[in-house]
């Protein structure tokens, strides 16, 4: 059974950082692509960043660009989100999503995706 785990959320004042880290399990290769979405109470879902094919491409939304970095961790199957200057707009749960076989979907596109992680919460305080 597939399954992704996030952890690294919590509380950090603005000007912080924080470091998210998922892990997806249940396959023996990796991911394609795996991606960060966040969703805001009152908003929808949105990308944040993903990372993708043998090369580890990597994307942003405009508005992390420069403060966030995404990257494939040690371990086998985890992506990490180093968040770095930290805004309360950035306040939100994060969820990890992973697309297992390249498909020709957008890496923006939540619908990209075949599994996702329960969420993490992150909470940047003014």
């Known amino acids: 059974q597939v399954q992704l785990a996030e952890s690294g959320g919590g509380l950090v004042q603005a000007g912080g950082s924080l470091k998210l880290s998922c892990a997806a399990s249940?396959?023996?290769?990796?991911?394609?692509?795996m991606g960060w979405f966040r969703q805001a109470p009152g908003k929808e879902r949105e990308f944040v960043a993903a990372?993708?094919?043998?090369?580890?491409?990597?994307y942003y939304e405009d508005s992390v660009k420069g403060r966030f970095t995404i990257s494939r961790g040690n371990a086998k199957n985890t992506v990490l989100l180093q968040m770095n200057s930290l805004k309360p707009e950035d306040t939100a749960v994060y969820y990890c999503?992973?697309?297992?076989?390249?498909?020709?979907?957008?890496?923006?596109?939540?619908?990209?995706?075949?599994?996702w992680g329960q969420g993490t919460q992150v909470t940047v305080s003014s």
């Open positions: 990372i993708s094919g043998s090369r580890s491409s990597t």
């Open positions: 999503a992973a697309e297992w076989y390249y498909t020709g979907g957008l890496y923006y596109q939540a619908q990209t995706y075949d599994n």
């Open positions: 249940g396959r023996t290769f990796s991911p394609y692509t």
